[in-house]
């Protein structure tokens, strides 16, 4: 029987990389379907993607139109940090639900968070409510996205990341 | 389109296993198949939702990343943010108002091959008149569920 790791650096080997391929086009294809089309059995792929999605690797899931979660808003706010540990602000900044993204960065600004708001008055409560509110947060600016040529997440670190709620 | 509460509810249990068939999802929810399968393709017909697969960007070897942040000509910079959108190493790219024009993530398995994409791709555009590279260290949150649908 195959070991699951827990360990972040597991990497997929040649068949692991040919069933993400198809999943990759078709991520509800069954595991009967993708048998098929790869000559092994259903529950050999089955098993294989139980084992990457254990190992962190993959994960198939429901992806929603921003507009249509209720958001008319994307920007990207460069956050300067002051007398705080950059996780510590990182961290708390992660708790906040308007929030998509917190990137630490090399050099300034330390942190990138990508923000999305229902419109200009819930951008601007989200800044000056809750971002600025955190301590050690010492200066922002913000880059509002007014048109979106591509935002698609097909990789994403898996491990610290969560779904809201 | 704005979805319902229903939709929301597939749409939540497809966030915890989007591989779940539409049996599960019908059985958990007290729905029958046929509601799903509908909600499903009205939900994708709309643009509202799709299913994704999403990797883990260390372990399919995505070592290196940058916001690369554009100042260009205004009569270019949606030209250049289309021509950046169809590279397969952009996840993001838009157009900003502030101190950058157009703002764009790119994800590379080298940083040898971040710097390329950047210097020998982007760099040479027509249009592109300086760029900021800013590169991660760590994430501290990555939401997977929110995208774009063209």
Redesign the interface.
């Known amino acids: 029987m195959r070991s699951v790791a827990t360990n ?5 080997d040649a068949i692991d990389e040919r069933i ?1 391929e198809e ?2 086009m078709e ?2 294809a ?1 595991s009967k379907a993708l048998g098929l089309k790869l000559s092994m059995t259903e529950v050999a792929v089955a098993s294989r ?1 139980r084992a990457m999605e254990a ?17 008319n808003i ?1 920007a ?1 706010i460069d956050v300067m940090v002051a007398d705080r540990k950059i ?1 510590e602000v ?2 708390a ?2 708790r906040i639900d308007r ?9 300034d ?1 330390p942190i ?1 968070v990508q923000v ?1 708001a229902a419109d200009s008055a819930d951008l601007h409560d989200l800044i000056v409510n809750h971002i600025a509110m955190i301590p050690g947060v010492e200066q922002v ?25 | ?3 319902d509460d229903v939709d929301l509810a ?3 249990e ?2 915890k ?3 779940s ?1 539409n049996r599960e999802v019908a059985r958990v929810l007290g729905v029958s198949e046929g509601t799903i399968r509908q909600r499903l393709k009205k ?1 994708e017909a ?17 070592t290196a990343a940058a ?1 690369v ?1 554009i100042k260009a000509r205004p009569r270019h910079a ?1 030209a250049i ?2 021509k ?2 169809d590279f397969p190493s ?11 024009d157009i ?1 764009a993530f790119i ?1 590379a398995t080298s940083r040898d091959e971040l710097v390329r994409v950047v210097d020998a791709e982007i760099a040479v555009m027509e249009g592109v008149l300086q760029l900021d590279v ?17």
């Open positions: 972040s650096t597991a990497r997929p993400l999943l990759r991520p509800r069954t993607i190992k962190g690797i993959l994960r198939v899931v429901a992806q929603l139109e921003f507009r249509a979660a209720g958001y994307l990207l996780n990182a961290e900044l992660s929030v998509g993204s917190v990137t630490m960065m090399l050099g600004p990138i999305q600016e913000t880059n509002l996205i007014i048109d979106i040529a591509k935002w698609r997440t097909g990789s994403a670190q898996l491990h610290p990341t969560s779904l809201p709620g | 389109m704005l979805v597939i749409v939540k497809l966030q296993n989007g591989r068939s939900l709309a643009k509202a939702m799709r299913l994704g697969l999403v990797t883990d960007a260390t372990a399919l070897g995505q916001y942040r949606r943010a289309a950046i959108a952009c996840s993001f790219v838009g157009l900003t108002v502030g101190r950058f703002v994800s800013r590169e991660p260290v760590g994430y501290a949150k990555h939401r997977f569920d929110l995208i774009h649908i063209p």
